[in-house]
């Protein structure tokens, strides 16, 4: 089981994160880690942070010879920022006064900060709740799908609407059609070409001419994208439990994500306006495998893998710092004031999804390794493969089929 836990501020030295069980033998590319890092920047309509920050990991404990120990994983994070907020990040208490924030703005963590932990200063609120972290998440997500390749299992990610602007033709119905085509990798592949992640030029030229008008407005723009992985086999997660469920975990995963407010699995809320006969997905079997027809349900049925592609979508609500603030509360004074601002990005979906993507590849890895776990990549690969020869094999002889 992979157990995870990152630290640090937004403005602090730096971010870390802190994983354990992982297989030893498993190999480790620290610049595959930077690679997911730096995609986690890019994007259009990012602030001027991507810009100070050139994200790098430092591994600090676990790996060997680019290989990993079977001990916990430790990844460091450096900001560069931190020299522009020695004072204001100090750590020891300092004779100058600093500058307190008191106005909280709508729709983020300031004020249930300051409510819920008793602070005199928001800023201790704005730096862990910003999604700075979510680099640290990024990293070792990263590592989670070195091992996921291992055996054949990809994520991607693209985005299908920026600020209400979808594409003309849903990409997403080939995802259920249950094309034997799709490669989740190769799918971000062909997004990260696009500086909003999308797959429909039009659509591009219209997002980004959307994005320049919010910025002149001093506004902020959310959006939904899709995260998909392939190769993944069946019987991952479980129906015994509430939380050993498949489909809860990666819900869970993703509403952590800083700003996202919906998630389903494949065709989701789509399918509470159809019959049950446009809903489901017929069982088919090939003379090796067993298959669905279509992928309505995103890859997982009671909470379990079928072996099609996990299919998830996920929404992101506009981010909350406005250079056109909207109305707040100074809690000095209790006066009505414009919202504070604070630097800010004015569209961040597509860094969501690369997010997205990694925690994902975490939650599968973790599945994964409660199905096939043992202590080194060796011994994974031989229950993994003693399971995945024997699943017809073993249904025909409970079942008693005749040739």
Known sequence: MIRFLTAGESHGKALSVIAEGFPSNLKISVEKINFHLERRQAGYGRGMRMKI??????????????????????????????????????????????EKISIPRPGHTDLVGVTKYNFNDIRNSIERSSARETAARVAIGSVARMFL??????????????GGIFPKESFAESLFRNDKSINAWNISETADKSVVRVLDKIQEEKIIKKIKLVKKKGDTLGGTFYTIASGVPPGLGSYIQYDTKLDAAIAASFMSINAIKGVSIGKGFESADS?????????IFDGINFSRK?????????????????IVYAAM???????????????????????????????????????????????????????????????????????????????????????
């Open 53 to 98: 920050e050139s994200d790098k990991a430092d591994i600090i404990s676990g790996i060997r010879f680019n290989k990993t120990l079977g001990s916990p994983i430790t990844i460091l994070i450096k900001n560069n920022d931190w020299e522009n907020w020695t004072e204001i990040m100090s750590i020891n208490s300092l004779d100058k006064a600093i």
């Open 275 to 283: 019959f049950g006969s446009e809903s489901h997905d017929e069982i």
């Open 294 to 310: 279509t992928n309505r349900a995103g890859g997982i049925e009671g909470g379990v893998s079928t072996g099609l592609p996990i």
């Open 317 to 403: 609500k506009p981010i909350a710092t406005l250079m056109s603030p909207i109305q707040s509360i100074d809690l000095s004074n209790f006066k009505t004031v414009s919202a504070r601002r604070e630097r800010s990005d004015f569209v961040a979906v597509p860094a969501c999804s690369v997010i997205g993507e990694s925690m994902l590849a975490l939650v599968i890895a973790n599945a994964f390794l409660k199905k096939f776990g043992g202590d080194s990549m060796e011994e994974i690969r031989d229950n993994y493969s003693n399971y995945i020869k024997k699943i017809v094999p073993r249904i025909k002889k409970n079942f008693r089929v005749k040739k």
């Open 149 to 162: 390749e291992e055996f054949g299992i990809s994520i991607g990610s693209y985005v299908e609407s920026i």
